[in-house]
């Protein structure tokens, strides 16, 4: 049973470029979370999906930033136009039910550098 | 708003050795979860140990067992026998019960020395 699968491992970007980070999560999970790592900081919740539904998106950025989780295919997570400030590590997480006190499973997360 | 606190960014201890990781936090919750993450060079984040604010009897985890202080507000992590593998970066954690974020502290950086 594959964990929760992030690609890329790594990502460089121009200013100004589009990323998009993706996210499968574990097999039979239908909620997804979206976690951003600041050097040298803790993660910071982003987005909560589940299938084809936003369910709690309070710490996205307001412009830039969106996220998606269709019916079919991984989660996404697309930065337009991105600036020096985006740089960090992108992390997402599944559970199989709402709220992650059930388990945790995290990706290894994805390392955007913008240049 | 809850805030979680790690006052040691680094900390070194020989193999071997017992080490303690501090960790506070703020809530006027009653009841939540609290959590130690480890995150080794590889960035995978693993589950450490959960506690339940519920319950009092401190949780373990093989080596790993946690002083869990609810009226202080503390929840620090204990380490025993440690190997060059707790090498890593560990977080304390919070969450309320069905809700749909962790809270991370910044995490303190632990070198296990040979």
């Known amino acids: 049973n594959a964990g929760v699968m992030q690609n890329p491992r790594h990502l460089v970007r121009r200013r100004g470029q589009e990323a998009r980070l993706r996210c499968s999560p574990m097999?039979?999970?239908?909620?997804v979370y979206w976690y951003r790592q600041l050097p040298e900081e803790g993660l910071k919740f982003m987005v909560y999906l589940q299938k084809e539904n936003i369910i709690d998106e309070s710490g996205m950025p307001k412009e830039r930033f969106s996220a998606e989780f269709p019916k079919e295919g991984p989660s996404i997570l697309r930065i337009q136009q991105v600036v020096r400030g985006d740089s960090a590590a992108y992390f997402c997480?599944?559970?199989?039910?709402?709220?992650?006190?059930?388990?945790?499973?995290f990706g290894q997360g994805t390392r955007l550098t913008v240049v | 708003a809850q805030t979680v606190t790690q006052s040691q960014p680094e900390m070194s201890v020989q193999e071997a050795e017992t080490v303690t990781l501090s960790c506070t936090y703020d809530t006027s919750e009653n009841n939540y979860y609290l959590f130690w993450y480890k995150q080794p060079p590889s960035r995978q984040m693993i589950l450490v140990i959960r506690?339940?604010?519920?319950?009092?009897q401190n949780a373990t985890e093989n080596r790993f067992s946690v002083n869990f202080q609810k009226a202080a507000k503390s929840f620090s992590l204990k380490i025993s026998d440690s190997q060059l593998g707790d090498t890593a970066m560990y977080f304390c954690a919070f969450m309320k019960p069905r809700d749909d974020k962790i809270i991370f502290g910044k995490g303190t950086r632990l070198h296990i020395l040979p």
């Open positions: 997480a599944s559970s199989p039910q709402q709220g992650l006190n059930t388990e945790a499973f």
């Open positions: 097999k039979g999970h239908s909620h």
């Open positions: 506690q339940e604010a519920y319950k009092q």
